[in-house]
C-alpha cells in the first residue's frame, strides 16, 4: 500500500526555523526516518512538502486514484484552508493530521482546524516523532480495513 506524507508551507526551514518550538530535526531527517520505518511496515512513501495549498491539494487528488491513507501536517494551512479540508473530504481513505508542537498550547488562532472536521487521528505536541506514530496508525488501519 501507498501512503502520501504531506507538508505544508514553512516546513521547508525546518530545523532552522523557532527550533525552540519546532526542534532542530530538518525535514530530510523527517523524510529518512518515515521512509525507514515505511520498509518495515511495509508501506510504499511519496513524501512531499509545498508552499503553496494548489500543491497539496493536487498531491491529495493524486492520493485518491492511488494511495490507502494520508499523513498530513497542514502547517499554517490547517487553520485557513476550506481548499484542504475539500480536498481530503473527496479521499476517501484514513487520513492522519500531525503538528510537532502543541498547538492547543499556543496562540489561540492555532487552535481551530478546517482539517481536523475530516482527519481519522489528530497528533500534536510529539515533535517529529508524531509523523512516525502517524504512519504506524495508517498502517493500522490499512490492515484492519482489508480483514
Ligand atoms: C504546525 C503548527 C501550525 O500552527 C504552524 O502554522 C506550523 C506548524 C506544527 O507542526 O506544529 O507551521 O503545523
Same mark, same amino acid.
Given at each position: 500500500?501507498?501512503?502520501?506524507?504531506?507538508?505544508?508551507?514553512?516546513?521547508?526551514?525546518?530545523?532552522?526555523?523557532?527550533?525552540?518550538?519546532?526542534?532542530?530535526?530538518?525535514?530530510?531527517?523527517?523524510?529518512?526516518?518515515?521512509?525507514?520505518?515505511?520498509?518495515?511496515?511495509?508501506?510504499?512513501?511519496?513524501?512531499?512538502?509545498?508552499?503553496?495549498?494548489?500543491?497539496?491539494?493536487?498531491?491529495?487528488?493524486?492520493?485518491? %486514484?492511488?494511495?490507502?491513507?494520508? $499523513?498530513?501536517?497542514?502547517?499554517? *494551512?490547517? @487553520?485557513? !484552508?476550506?481548499?484542504?479540508?475539500? &480536498?481530503?473530504?473527496?479521499?476517501?481513505?484514513?487520513?492522519? %493530521?500531525?503538528?510537532?508542537?502543541? $498547538?492547543?498550547?499556543?496562540?489561540? *488562532?492555532? @487552535?481551530? !482546524?478546517?482539517?481536523?472536521?475530516? &482527519?481519522?487521528?489528530?497528533?500534536?505536541?510529539?515533535?517529529?516523532?508524531?509523523?512516525?506514530?502517524?504512519?504506524?496508525?495508517?498502517?493500522?488501519?490499512?490492515?484492519?480495513?482489508?480483514?
Amino acid at each position: 500500500h501507498l501512503v502520501y506524507v504531506l507538508n505544508g508551507p514553512n516546513l521547508n526551514l525546518l530545523g532552522k526555523r523557532q527550533p525552540h518550538i519546532y526542534g532542530h530535526e530538518t525535514l530530510a531527517d523527517v523524510e529518512r526516518d518515515c521512509r525507514a520505518l515505511a520498509t518495515e511496515l511495509g508501506l510504499d512513501l511519496r513524501f512531499h512538502q509545498s508552499n503553496r495549498e494548489y500543491e497539496l491539494i493536487d498531491w491529495i487528488h493524486e492520493a485518491r %486514484e492511488t494511495a490507502g491513507g494520508i $499523513v498530513i501536517n497542514p502547517a499554517a *494551512f490547517t @487553520h485557513t !484552508s476550506v481548499a484542504i479540508l475539500d &480536498a481530503l473530504n473527496a479521499f476517501d481513505a484514513p487520513v492522519i %493530521e500531525v503538528h510537532i508542537s502543541n $498547538v492547543h498550547k499556543r496562540e489561540e *488562532f492555532r @487552535h481551530h !482546524s478546517f482539517v481536523s472536521r475530516r &482527519a481519522d487521528g489528530v497528533i500534536a505536541g510529539f515533535g517529529t516523532q508524531g509523523y512516525l506514530l502517524a504512519l504506524r496508525r495508517v498502517a493500522r488501519l490499512i490492515a484492519e480495513k482489508n480483514t
